[in-house]
Structure formats: structure tokens, C-alpha cells
Nanobody
């Protein structure tokens, strides 16, 4: 059974930093792209970042470039999200998401979601 367990969230003041972790199990970690997404209260899910598990290429939402950094540790089956210079608008429930590809149609989709970890940025 696929399991994605996020941790590291909490309350932080504006300008502060947090490092989120996602412990993955139940699948071949090295063969799946991994993502972070977030959902603020009253809003829909928003894609944050992804890392290509094959070659380590990272991608970010334009508004987050320079502040957030995704990384992975294949030996620990863990994905991280380093968040710096946090702003109140970063307040959200952050999810770790496993991506898969339906190769017949080259369809890339989000297959599995964790329970999320809450990040609250407030003074």
C-alpha cells in the first residue's frame, strides 16, 4: 500500500524558515516523480514543486522560485521541501504527492496524496 507521510509543519513568523519531509513507502521510490502541493483555506489545491526522481531535475511554481527548494534522498525514500522567507500567503496545508504516467497516452497525473502538514505563517 502506498503511504506518504508529511511532517515538519508548524507555525512560523514571516521571514522564517521550515523544512518539510515526506516519508514514502509502498512503491519503487526511484521510479516516481514526486511533488509538493498546497491548499490554503478556502482555495483549491496549488502545485508548489516537483522533482524528477530519474535525474533529479526540479521545478517550481514561478511565484516560489528563489524561496523554496525541493530535494530527495533515495536511500531514505524521503522528499524534502525547504521553505525560506516565508510569507503569510504561504499559509496552507502542504501535501506530498506521487506522480505517475499512463504511458499509453503519455498522461501525467497525481496518483497518491499524503494527509498533509499544516504550515502557518503569522506574526
Amino acid at each position: 500500500e502506498v503511504q506518504l507521510v508529511e511532517s515538519g509543519g508548524g507555525m512560523v513568523q514571516p521571514g522564517g524558515s521550515l523544512r518539510l519531509s515526506c516519508a514514502a513507502s509502498g512503491f519503487t521510490f526511484s521510479s516516481s516523480d514526486m511533488n509538493w502541493a498546497r491548499q490554503a483555506r478556502g482555495k483549491g489545491p496549488e502545485w508548489v514543486s516537483s522533482v524528477n526522481t530519474g535525474d533529479g531535475t526540479a521545478y517550481y511554481a514561478d511565484s516560489l522560485k528563489g524561496r523554496f527548494a525541493i530535494s530527495r534522498d533515495t536511500a531514505k525514500n524521503t522528499v524534502y521541501l525547504q521553505m525560506n522567507d516565508l510569507k503569510p500567503e504561504d499559509t496552507a496545508l502542504y501535501y506530498c504527492v506521487r506522480a505517475r504516467v499512463w504511458t499509453l497516452y503519455n498522461y501525467y497525473y497525481y496518483a497518491d496524496w499524503g494527509q498533509g502538514t499544516q504550515v502557518t505563517v503569522s506574526s
